[in-house]
T-cell receptor, first 118, second 112 residues
């Protein structure tokens, strides 16, 4: 069965600090996709990134960067120079094909609550 | 603006009553989903639908029902058979065959 583990339940940092959110996954699929979502206090899940299992290049988007290491089954997320607006719950997720193909569901970790203090 | 609209945002229900959560999307997505989120937990899949007039049970379908009569709409009914219905419910959609799923703003259901 698929599994996503976010061992950090809560992290608290001071503004401008860098912070890394850990994600470890388990899957038997050879092809799979990993995701990060942000859930601000309003509740909506905001899509941040999608990465397929064949692409191990690190990705950077502004202050956000992602480190995918297939050898350790990890897909970690770093926020550089954190800001108060980064405060949210962050979810890592793993896709799984369902319904006979051409459709997917996501298996989510339990999330990491990030609090950035001024 | 294109998006997924859930209503109501907050809902209170008495024990023994059924309640229906609305989900509408104008993204022209074929697939729609309902997830449940409990405090400190990840999201768990309740039901999903790949096309109109078809839907499948997810991991925690007991006590819930859905319909998919229109492409844009995927309402979720929380029945009295659901033993612990108080939770945050998230509707989502995606292009069929594409695994990036987009979410609505969610609905809080409280049983009183």
């Amino acid at each position: 069965a698929q599994k996503v583990t976010q061992a950090q339940t809560e992290i608290s940092v001071v503004e401008k600090e860098d912070v890394t959110l850990d994600c470890v996954y388990e899957t038997r699929d050879t092809t799979y996709y990993l995701f990060w979502y942000k859930q601000p206090p309003s509740g909506e899940l905001v899509f941040l990134i999608r990465r397929n299992s064949f692409d191990e290049q690190n990705e950077i988007s502004g202050r956000y960067s992602w480190n995918f290491q297939k050898s350790t089954s990890s897909f970690n997320f770093t926020i550089t120079a954190s800001q108060v607006v980064d405060s949210a719950v962050y979810f890592c997720a793993l896709s799984e094909e369902i319904g006979g193909g051409s459709n997917y569901k996501l298996t989510f970790g339990k999330g990491t609550l990030l609090t950035v203090n001024p | 603006d294109g998006g997924i609209t859930q209503s109501p945002k907050y809902l209170f229900r008495k024990e023994g009553q059924n309640v229906t959560l609305s989900c509408e999307q104008n993204l022209n997505h074929d697939a729609m989903y309902w997830y449940r989120q409990d405090p400190g937990q990840g999201l768990r899949l309740i039901y999903y639908s790949q096309i109109v007039n078809d839907f499948q049970k997810g991991d925690i379908a007991e006590g819930y029902s859905v319909s998919r009569e229109k492409k844009e709409s995927f309402p979720l009914t929380v029945t009295s058979a659901q033993k612990n219905p108080t939770a945050f419910y998230l509707c989502a959609s995606s292009i069929r065959g594409w695994n990036t799923i987009y979410f609505g703003e969610g609905s809080w259901l409280t049983v009183v």
